[in-house]
């Protein structure tokens, strides 16, 4: 030890003592954990999140999983859209024929999506098979993507 630096030698090293170690990790550790919040902050997860979500959706109505669809609303609409379901007794009347997926858009900021379908359905007591292109609006939000409006189709007017 060198007294008049309070600095050990060992070998070739210098080894600062404790206290003087402590004292410049300090700063370093917090800006990890500052860093280490701004990362968490949540990013959209794109196009490679957004796919499966409306392919999923759109899979659910088609087989008259409306409980399951209603995941992909944004909360505040899934209550009302599983009691229409209930209300228009889709489970017996609707019938979702096909669906294609035409087109997905993401906003510049990655946190909105507009996604065009072309849906084909009957609903009861009609024997004529309805075909529309049908935008939808879909939201990043507490870390998963979700349906906010849904435009023409089925469900017109429901998802405003």
Partial sequence: MDDSTGIYLWGLFR????PTTM?????????????????????STGME??????????????WKDFRGAARHLIPERREAFVRARSELHDERDLSITDFEILEAVLEPDGMRATVTTRLQWMRLPSASEQTATV?????FRDGTWLLERMLDGPFAGELP
């Fill in 15 to 18: 080894v600062l003592p404790l």
């Fill in 23 to 43: 004292r410049s990790l300090v700063p370093l550790l917090l800006l990890t954990l500052l860093g280490g919040a701004c990362a968490h902050t949540p990013k």
């Fill in 49 to 62: 999140g957004l796919k499966p979500v409306v392919e999923d959706f759109h899979k659910r109505i088609r």
């Fill in 135 to 139: 935008t939808s609006e879909f939201v």
